[in-house]
Structures are given as C-alpha cells and as structure tokens.
Nanobody, 123 residues
C-alpha cells in the first residue's frame, strides 16, 4: 500500500513563506511523477505544481514564480516551497502520485493521494 503524508501547513500572514512536505511510504517507485493540488471550500480542485521522474517541473498559472516544487529521492519526499503567500492561496493542499514518469496537471491522472494539510493565509 502506498501512503502519502503531507505536513507543514498552518496559519500565516500575507507575504509570508511556508514549506510543505510530502513523505511517501510503501511500494512506491521513485520514478513516479508527483504533484501538489489544492482545494478551497466551494472551489474545484486546482493544480499547483508537478515534478517528473527526471525532475522536470511545471506550475499552475496562479502560483508561477512564487512556488517551487522539489524532491529528494533519498528521503522519499517531495516539497512545496511557497513564497509571497496571498489570501487566495488559502486551501487544503494535497500531495499526489501517479504511476507514470510524466507529470500531469489533471487530478484524474493521479493514483495516490494524501489526506491534505491546511494552509490559511490572513490579510
């Protein structure tokens, strides 16, 4: 069984920075692509960032230039560094993994999901 566990969420002020972590456990292949998504109340799940097995990254338009995704295979962990946070970044953030090497912005392309970690940005 593959388990993804997010951590690092919390309450911050606008303009602050925060780093989320996602630890993968179980029979997960290190070459799997991974991504971050977020969902706010009343909103659809939104693509945030993704990283391929070859460390190729891309981002959603709303976070481009502010967020950075990275991975550490030795630690089996993926990170999301968030800078210049805005109130509209407030959401539950989910880590996800798919059984393919290519990254994807589509939630239905992912096979495993964490339980989420809440990020709240006050104005």
């Amino acid at each position: 069984q593959v388990q993804l566990v997010e951590s690092g969420g919390g309450l911050v002020q606008a303009g602050d920075s925060l780093t989320l972590s996602c630890s993968a456990r179980g029979h997960i292949v290190t070459s799997y692509a991974m991504g971050w998504f977020r969902q706010a109340p009343g909103k659809e799940r939104e693509f945030v960032a993704a990283i391929s097995w070859g460390d190729i990254t891309f981002y959603g338009d709303s976070v481009q230039g502010r967020f950075t995704i990275s991975s550490d295979n030795a630690k089996n962990t993926v990170y999301l560094q968030m800078n210049s946070l805005k109130p509209e970044d407030t959401a539950n953030y989910y880590c996800a993994s798919r059984r393919f090497r290519d990254a994807s912005p589509y939630p239905n392309h992912y096979d495993y999901w964490g339980q989420g970690t809440q990020v709240t940005v006050s104005s």
